[in-house]
């Protein structure tokens, strides 16, 4: 298993710029997990290191040699696909073994190779059929028995369980974790799905119109996000965003007010907020956003804003229960729910009703506040 380093890479598809200068370190080892909306480029990125992409600028070095340039097959990469591509007219076994017969090895490590992966992936059974007698999760458990067989320095996936029904889908996260223990190799691994990159991810690259936003752990993501898409992106429901305006600052302390805020007496109390001590202080006036997870809401009187509202949707998951809020002219915005509803998650079971009454409150100790774009505040404690 090797390292990765990815140095300022950038990709171009006519006058098009797919990729923009790209620098990512990767630990030999490391599932490093790429995430971003459709088009951010994730998909261009693995496959330039795969070498199914030329690269415009940069260069791509795996254990510290530069394979940018050199054939896909030379490269000590292995990936595996969406769609599986597996050849229809092989069996399980002739697939597996297909890369290390085309490179001449011989038929006992061969032999040996396949049968090492299938009892890795627990498809013994299935090594004399074709691909299409085989379910999906089989179909993609040979995809990556493929990729194991040629020991390869680095794995590639790109979204390898999306085309798989959710409960196979979460199996699978769990069984490429295992996978990933069990080989020690340095994976990297493209999805659209958050919480395939929460749950399997030692680090997250998050990119959005082919530049990198931010790189971390899953939860230093979650909890100290640098940018307010970062902030969005990461946690299901998403962060609330409410647009706020600072009413005046003291040191690093500013005062927030929030358009239809008011608790009906005329004047709704201000939101005091701790910033980051390297953060700009926001003059009076200017416009802010205050982010609060779902998750995070308080319950009962005390500092803050109080939100009340009504029930508009609840979702009971079993044990928890997701409440979406209508807090009338107040709205979230650039929220999940089209309407601006406020998402909040209750680690309880609720007998609510659409049209219920709810008031629920925002601790300032509990937000996350952005100038715009650029994180300038994060809750004292995001578990708190
Ligand atoms: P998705 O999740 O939808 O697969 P992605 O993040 O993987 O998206 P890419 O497939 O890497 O996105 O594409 C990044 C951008 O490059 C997109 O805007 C896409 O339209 C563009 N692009 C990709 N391939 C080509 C190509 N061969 N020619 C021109 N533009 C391309």
Same mark, same amino acid.
């Given at each position: 298993m090797a390292t990765l380093d990815i140095r300022n890479l950038d990709k171009h598809y006519g006058a098009f710029?797919?990729?923009?200068?790209i620098n990512v370190g990767i630990e030999s080892g490391e599932f490093l997990v790429l995430v971003g909306p459709s088009g951010c480029g994730k998909s261009t990125l693995l496959r330039a290191i795969a070498g199914l992409e030329s690269v415009s600028g940069g260069q791509i070095l795996i254990g510290g040699r530069d394979?940018?340039?050199?054939e896909p097959f030379d490269r000590g990469v292995a990936m595996v696909f969406q769609n599986y591509?597996?050849?229809?007219?092989?069996t399980v076994r002739q697939n597996m073994g297909f890369a290390l017969k085309v490179a001449r090895q011989p038929k006992a490590v061969i032999d040996a190779a396949v049968q090492r992966a299938a009892e890795i992936l627990r498809i013994e059974a299935q +090594?004399?059929?074709?691909?299409?007698?085989?379910s999906g999760g089989q179909k993609q458990r040979v995809a990556i028995g493929r990729a194991i067989t040629r020991s390869p320095e680095v794995f590639l996936f790109d979204?390898?369980?999306?085309? +798989?029904?959710a409960a196979l889908r979460s199996q699978m996260r769990i069984e490429l974790g295992r996978l990933h223990a069990q080989l020690g190799a340095t994976m990297v691994y493209v999805t659209h799905d958050q919480t395939e990159a929460m749950t399997m991810a030692s680090r997250i690259v998050v990119l959005r119109d082919g530049e990198v936003e931010q790189i971390g752990s899953p939860l230093e993501l979650y909890n100290r996000p640098a940018r307010r898409f970062v902030a969005g992106f990461l946690g299901s429901p998403r962060m609330n965003f409410i647009q706020a305006r600072v009413r005046s600052s003291t040191g690093r302390i500013v005062s927030l007010d929030a358009p239809h805020?008011?608790?009906?007496?005329?004047n709704a109390p201000s939101l005091d907020i701790t910033l980051a001590p390297d953060a700009a202080v926001p003059a009076p006036g200017a416009p802010v956003v205050v982010g609060i997870r779902p998750e995070a809401f308080a319950d009962g009187a005390g500092v803050g804003w109080q939100l009340n509202g009504t029930v508009a949707v609840v979702e009971s998951l079993g044990r928890d229960t997701l409440l979406y809020i209508d807090t009338g002219p107040l709205r979230a915005f650039d929220s999940e729910s089209l309407e601006g509803y406020f998402a909040v998650h209750r680690t309880r079971q609720m007998d609510a009703r659409h049209g219920d009454a709810v008031s629920v409150r925002i601790d300032p100790r509990h937000v996350y506040l952005f100038d715009d774009e650029r994180a300038i505040a994060w809750p004292e404690r995001a578990d708190d």
């Open positions: 710029h797919a990729l923009r200068d394979i940018s340039r050199i591509a597996l050849y229809p007219h092989m +090594l004399d059929k074709k691909p299409k007698a085989l979204e390898p369980l999306s085309n +798989l029904d805020l008011d608790t009906g007496a005329g």
